[in-house]
């Protein structure tokens, strides 16, 4: 199975931790995180996460999510699908940058998109056959 996590959900982690959403949120990432590494999971890449990555002002956060490319068995670039389905995507009423990643997400093959931008889980629940959840409904899902 085949995962796209956006960067607010790589970076739910470092999020002050006193809510318990955001604490279940980091929870939930992390197990999948560590179901990435031991090859249960499958991660999709895209230029459009190191691009948002490289724009994080904060360098742990920065360099930490970076080494994620390192686990992923795809890593989408820019192309014209990816740009068509993401203008698809953003006459629909989605943001640019989330067009984008969902679109690299649609390219990528990913069954899941994971991500804790409620604007995102507002918008999608499933695009183009992907499923669009948070970190905690994908594990309750994948761990029933």
């Not at 031991?38 to 360099?63: A, C, H, Q, T």
């Not at 999510?65 to 990816?82: C, F, K, Q």
């Amino acid at each position: 199975m085949k995962l796209y996590l956006d960067n607010c959900c790589f970076n739910r982690p470092f999020d002050e931790q006193t809510n318990i959403r955001v604490r279940l949120e980091t929870e939930a990432k992390l197990r999948i995180q560590e179901e990435i590494r031991s090859g249960k999971y499958d991660l999709v890449w895209s230029y459009i996460l190191d691009y948002e990555n490289g724009k994080n002002p904060f360098r742990e956060r920065k360099e930490q999510t970076a080494t994620w490319i390192a686990y992923s068995v795809i890593d989408v670039p820019e192309d014209a699908e990816v740009l068509r389905i993401a203008q698809l995507l953003n006459q629909r009423g989605m943001k640019k940058l989330d067009s984008l990643h969902i679109a690299c997400a649609i390219v990528g093959e990913a069954d899941y998109f994971l991500t804790t931008d409620d604007g995102i889980l507002k918008k999608a629940t499933r695009v183009d056959g992907i499923k669009v959840v948070d970190p905690i409904d994908f594990v309750k899902e994948a761990f029933a």
